[in-house]
C-alpha cells in the first residue's frame, strides 16, 4: 500500500537521482525527462549554481516574516522586474504558479474600474480560487476556436461577431494565457489578442498575464506574452522560475503597485518573500543569462519540432505537431493512439507528458536539452510508430 495520496495515476517506477535531463531508478536504470520535472526544471536537474545558492543561503537566512525587508529579495525583485521590462514595477515572491495567477487576478479585480474579467476558453490558470472556479458573476469565458482556422487578419478581427459580442463595457480586465490551454499546446493568433488587448486599454483596463508554463524561457523568450507585443500590467510567474524549488512571482508595473497600496487589497502568508526562494530565483535569471539559454531553447525547440514534422509525413498516426521553443505538442489520431505512444516510450526510457482521453504528448524537457540527447527519442518515435500505425486509422474520429 502506498502512503502518499496522489490525484494521478501512480507509475511503478522508484526514481533516486536526476543530473541535467536524466533520472535514475534504484536500479540504476536512465530515463530521459522530456516534462522537466512538472516543466519546472528549466535548467535541468540538479544544476550547481542552483544547489549552491540553496546551500550558501541556507545558512544566512531561508525566512522572514513578511514585514521584514531583505537585501537578496529586493536583488531578485530587480531580477525579475528587469526581464519583464518594468524596471519602475514591483514584485512580490510567493510559493507556487496557482498562488501567482490567483494573486494576479484578485489584484487586478480589486484596482479594475469594470468588474468582469476576460479570458480565452479552455485557459487553465489555478488550481483552487476565483481563477479555478471562473464564475459566469465574474467572467467571461471567449469561445475563440473559430479563430484556429480563421483567414481574416487585422483590423477584421474588430467588426467580428467574436469579439462585438462581448460585453466590453463591462470587462475591466483581460487574462491571457499565451499558450499552454490546459496542456493542449495552442497559440491564439496575434490578431485576435492585439484587437482583444486594444479594446481593454482604451477602456482604461487591466492586462495580467499567465507565465506559469509558458515563461522563463520555454518558448525562445522570456515569456510567451512578448511574442505578441503586449504590454502586461501584471505579469505571474512560476515553475522555472525555482528550477524545482518552490517559488512564484507576480511582477506589477509602477502603476499598477500604487493602485494596489490604495486599494483595500491585503495579502500575507507565510513564505511570501521569503530570502531562500528570492535567492534562487536570482541565480534561475542569472545562469539563463550567462549561458545564453533563451537562444538555445529556440534553436533546439526548432530542432525538435522540424523531427516530428518529418515523422509526421512519414506516418499519419500523427495529426499535428505544434509548438514555440521548448513547448511543443504532438497531437494524434485518437487518445488511444496517443497513450499507445506513451506506453511505449515509457518502456523505452522516455517520459514526457500525457493524460488519458486526450490525443497529446507534450514534449516540455529542460530547456538545456541538446539535440544529441534527443536523436534517440526520434529513432524510438520512428521504431514505435512503425508497429503502431496500421492500427490505428487516420480517420479515426478524435474525442
Given at each position: 500500500m502506498q502512503h502518499v495520496l496522489r490525484f494521478t495515476e501512480e507509475v511503478n517506477l522508484n526514481l533516486t537521482t536526476a543530473k541535467g535531463c536524466m533520472l535514475y531508478d534504484d536500479h540504476g536504470t536512465a530515463y530521459l525527462d522530456l516534462e522537466a520535472g512538472t516543466w519546472s526544471a528549466a535548467l535541468g536537474h540538479n544544476h550547481p549554481a542552483v544547489n549552491q545558492?540553496?546551500?550558501?543561503?541556507?545558512?544566512?537566512?531561508?525566512?522572514?516574516?513578511?514585514?521584514?525587508?531583505n537585501q537578496t529579495v529586493e536583488q531578485a525583485a530587480q531580477d525579475v522586474l528587469s526581464i519583464t521590462d518594468m524596471p519602475d514595477g514591483?514584485?512580490?515572491?510567493?510559493?507556487?504558479?496557482?498562488?501567482?495567477?490567483?494573486?494576479?487576478?484578485?489584484?487586478?479585480?480589486?484596482?479594475?474600474?469594470?468588474?468582469?474579467?476576460?479570458?480565452?476558453?479552455?485557459?487553465?490558470?489555478?488550481?483552487?480560487?476565483?481563477?479555478?472556479?471562473?464564475?459566469?458573476?465574474?467572467?467571461?469565458?471567449?469561445?475563440?476556436?473559430?479563430?484556429?482556422?480563421?483567414?481574416?487578419t487585422g483590423s477584421s478581427c474588430a467588426t467580428c461577431p467574436t469579439l462585438t459580442n462581448l460585453p466590453i463595457d463591462q470587462?475591466?480586465?483581460?487574462?491571457?494565457?499565451?499558450?499552454?490551454?490546459?496542456?493542449?499546446?495552442?497559440?491564439?493568433?496575434?490578431?485576435?489578442?492585439?484587437?482583444?488587448?486594444?479594446?481593454?486599454?482604451?477602456?482604461?483596463?487591466?492586462?495580467?498575464?499567465?507565465?506559469?508554463?509558458?515563461?522563463?524561457?520555454?518558448?525562445?523568450?522570456?515569456?510567451?506574452?512578448?511574442?505578441?507585443?503586449?504590454?502586461?500590467?501584471l505579469v505571474a510567474i512560476g515553475k522555472g522560475l525555482g528550477n524545482g524549488y518552490p517559488v512564484s512571482a507576480v511582477a506589477v508595473t509602477a502603476k499598477t503597485a500604487e493602485a494596489l497600496k490604495k486599494s483595500s487589497f491585503l495579502y500575507a502568508q507565510s513564505h511570501q518573500n521569503d530570502p531562500l526562494g528570492a535567492a534562487v530565483a536570482s541565480t534561475v535569471i542569472r545562469t539563463m543569462q550567462e549561458e545564453d539559454t533563451l537562444a538555445h531553447c529556440a534553436a533546439v525547440g526548432t530542432f525538435l519540432k522540424q523531427q516530428l514534422e518529418k515523422l509526421k509525413t512519414d506516418f499519419p498516426i500523427i495529426q499535428q505537431v505544434r509548438g514555440r521553443g521548448?513547448?511543443?505538442?504532438?497531437?494524434?489520431?485518437?487518445p488511444e493512439a496517443?497513450?499507445?505512444?506513451?506506453?511505449?516510450?515509457?518502456?523505452?526510457?522516455?517520459?514526457?507528458?500525457?493524460?488519458?482521453?486526450?490525443?497529446?504528448?507534450r514534449f516540455f524537457p529542460p530547456l538545456t536539452i541538446q539535440e544529441s540527447e534527443l536523436l534517440p527519442l526520434f529513432q524510438a518515435l520512428n521504431d514505435i510508430f512503425a508497429v503502431l500505425s496500421d492500427g490505428f486509422s487516420a480517420t479515426q474520429p478524435k474525442s
Amino acid at each position: 500500500m502506498q502512503h502518499v495520496l496522489r490525484f494521478t495515476e501512480e507509475v511503478n517506477l522508484n526514481l533516486t537521482t536526476a543530473k541535467g535531463c536524466m533520472l535514475y531508478d534504484d536500479h540504476g536504470t536512465a530515463y530521459l525527462d522530456l516534462e522537466a520535472g512538472t516543466w519546472s526544471a528549466a535548467l535541468g536537474h540538479n544544476h550547481p549554481a542552483v544547489n549552491q545558492t540553496i546551500q550558501a543561503q541556507l545558512v544566512k537566512i531561508s525566512h522572514l516574516g513578511t514585514r521584514y525587508p531583505n537585501q537578496t529579495v529586493e536583488q531578485a525583485a530587480q531580477d525579475v522586474l528587469s526581464i519583464t521590462d518594468m524596471p519602475d514595477g514591483q514584485c512580490i515572491f510567493l510559493s507556487s504558479g496557482s498562488e501567482a495567477v490567483e494573486f494576479a487576478v484578485q489584484s487586478a479585480r480589486r484596482i479594475a474600474a469594470r468588474p468582469l474579467q476576460l479570458c480565452l476558453s479552455n485557459t487553465y490558470l489555478a488550481a483552487y480560487g476565483s481563477s479555478l472556479a471562473k464564475e459566469s458573476t465574474q467572467w467571461v469565458i471567449l469561445d475563440w476556436k473559430a479563430c484556429e482556422t480563421c483567414s481574416r487578419t487585422g483590423s477584421s478581427c474588430a467588426t467580428c461577431p467574436t469579439l462585438t459580442n462581448l460585453p466590453i463595457d463591462q470587462i475591466g480586465t483581460f487574462v491571457f494565457e499565451s499558450g499552454s490551454f490546459s496542456g493542449q499546446v495552442k497559440f491564439p493568433p496575434q490578431a485576435l489578442i492585439s484587437e482583444i488587448a486594444s479594446q481593454i486599454k482604451q477602456n482604461d483596463g487591466l492586462i495580467v498575464v499567465n507565465e506559469i508554463t509558458t515563461g522563463m524561457g520555454r518558448t525562445g523568450k522570456w515569456f510567451g506574452y512578448q511574442h505578441y507585443n503586449l504590454q502586461p500590467d501584471l505579469v505571474a510567474i512560476g515553475k522555472g522560475l525555482g528550477n524545482g524549488y518552490p517559488v512564484s512571482a507576480v511582477a506589477v508595473t509602477a502603476k499598477t503597485a500604487e493602485a494596489l497600496k490604495k486599494s483595500s487589497f491585503l495579502y500575507a502568508q507565510s513564505h511570501q518573500n521569503d530570502p531562500l526562494g528570492a535567492a534562487v530565483a536570482s541565480t534561475v535569471i542569472r545562469t539563463m543569462q550567462e549561458e545564453d539559454t533563451l537562444a538555445h531553447c529556440a534553436a533546439v525547440g526548432t530542432f525538435l519540432k522540424q523531427q516530428l514534422e518529418k515523422l509526421k509525413t512519414d506516418f499519419p498516426i500523427i495529426q499535428q505537431v505544434r509548438g514555440r521553443g521548448l513547448l511543443i505538442g504532438l497531437e494524434f489520431v485518437s487518445p488511444e493512439a496517443a497513450e499507445a505512444v506513451y506506453t511505449q516510450l515509457f518502456q523505452r526510457g522516455f517520459l514526457c507528458g500525457f493524460k488519458k482521453a486526450s490525443p497529446m504528448l507534450r514534449f516540455f524537457p529542460p530547456l538545456t536539452i541538446q539535440e544529441s540527447e534527443l536523436l534517440p527519442l526520434f529513432q524510438a518515435l520512428n521504431d514505435i510508430f512503425a508497429v503502431l500505425s496500421d492500427g490505428f486509422s487516420a480517420t479515426q474520429p478524435k474525442s
